[in-house]
């Protein structure tokens, strides 16, 4: 072999492994180049951003609603995308979110409720100043899990939630819950609300669960979440397995495996999850059809719940729900899309956005998630 072919040779082999080599890196970075979390921080932040400053948002003493489609989801997903934007502490719009639900609970007995009953009748005060306790409590104590101390103000917090807990009735353990008859948060949501005080006391760090002051509260909750359970619609059940993994003794292993398999049961061929079949007979106010293609709120929220449960990434079903969402992201908004139960909405709306505002939080928390672990 003459010194060129030699040369040559050297050549094509030194191409070949560096393009094995780029291959297998490529390989190894699918899940974190299939979407972009850069794009989802800023569709979050610009969609929290506009909803502080939305007039319908604006509540006295110049707060804001916190709202459980937009508020909620990224109280408990900005955090996870720090890292990809190099931050080390809590981003200013973060920062304002925290500053507005720390003034609420500070001034809890001068603030107006979120609606009072002067404005929207009787019982509108007790549901807001049950739902606003859960709230306040679940996104504190998702920011103190982060630094592992249980702040003044997180406790406080969740000292006005277990004052707000129903202590007589049907609904002892749970709270009272707005309703205005819009799914899948409000109308018969009372049970998801208890849900998230239940994730709330979870996800409190210092064994917050374990304090003794709290233990009759605690077990009207589990009381309650327990004996409801199967009156739910699978949304809800689903909701109930997150917050099972935060409070042992809410479900026995054999009914969390019960609530992964029907959970499984309704992933469509795409790999994804449709809301529209974890609602049961919900129908919309305006008789237009259910979206039933799959969505970035069913699949994140399912997805995201099972590895909180347990369920190995890669479980074939899983790692396929974990794939539809690498390859659904709008790239262009970061944001994943959903659909109103309630009505047809124009998803380039503010208000036609709210489920996807939801569904980005989960989609980021289920592939974050899987990405860490």
Known sequence: MSKFETLKTCILAAWLATSLLAQETAS???DSASWRDQAAA???DGRLDWWMGWSVAARDHET???SCHTVVPYAMARPALRAA???QAPSAIERKLLNNVTKRVRMWKEV?????DRTRGVPKTAESRGTESILNALILAGYDGLTGNLSPDTRLALD???AQQLKTGEAKGAWSWLQFHNSPWEGDSQYYGATLAAIAVGTAPANYRSAPEIQEGLTWLREYLVQQLASQILIDRVMLLWASTKVPGLLTRAQQQSIIDQALSQQQADGGFSLSSFIGAWKRRDNTPL????????TGVVTFVLQ??????DQPQLKRGLAWLRLHQDKREGRWLAYSLNKERDLSSDIGRFMSDAATAYAVLALKYANAN
């Open 28 to 30: 190894s970075n699918a």
């Open 42 to 44: 800023a569709y979050l």
């Open 64 to 66: 804001f609603c916190v």
């Open 85 to 87: 934007l190099a931050e």
């Open 112 to 116: 107006e409720p979120f609606y009072p």
């Open 160 to 162: 006005h939630m277990w």
């Open 291 to 298: 979206e039933t293609q799959s969505d970035g709120y069913a």
């Open 308 to 313: 909180q449960a347990g369920v190995a990434r």
